[in-house]
């Protein structure tokens, strides 16, 4: 059975970094696409990141382009999300997904997901 387990979210600073990860069971990670989503509270679930299958492509949002990077450790069948220089705005539950389309121009339609880690950018 599928499994998503994401873990490493905190309340940080603006201008901090943070880490968090998304580890996989019962799939072979590096034949899947994962993306990174978030929801902030009143706001809708935000496609921020993904990596494509044998990490051909990968998609950044325009509002962390620079600052965050994606990558997979496919031995720990764990793919991270690296944020560095938060802001407030970065605020929010950032869920991993699998199964779903990764182009560099586009994050969608990912079928199963991980129950969320929350990020809280704040002074």
């Known amino acids: 059975q599928l499994q998503l387990v994401e873990s490493g979210g905190g309340l940080v600073q603006p201008g901090g970094s943070l880490r968090i990860s998304c580890a996989a069971s019962g799939f072979t990670l590096d034949a899947h696409a994962i993306g990174w989503f978030r929801q902030a509270p009143g706001k809708e679930r935000e496609g921020v990141s993904c990596?494509?299958?044998?990490?051909?492509?990968?998609y950044y949002a325009e509002s962390v382009k620079g600052r965050f990077t994606i990558s997979r450790d496919n031995a720990k069948k764990t793919v991270y999300l690296q944020m560095n220089s938060l802001k407030p705005e970065d605020t929010g539950v950032y869920h991993c997904a699998a199964d779903g389309l990764c182009y560099s121009d586009y994050v969608g339609l990912f079928d199963s997901w991980g129950q969320g880690t929350q990020v809280t950018v704040s002074s």
């Open positions: 990596i494509s299958s044998s990490d051909r492509s990968t």
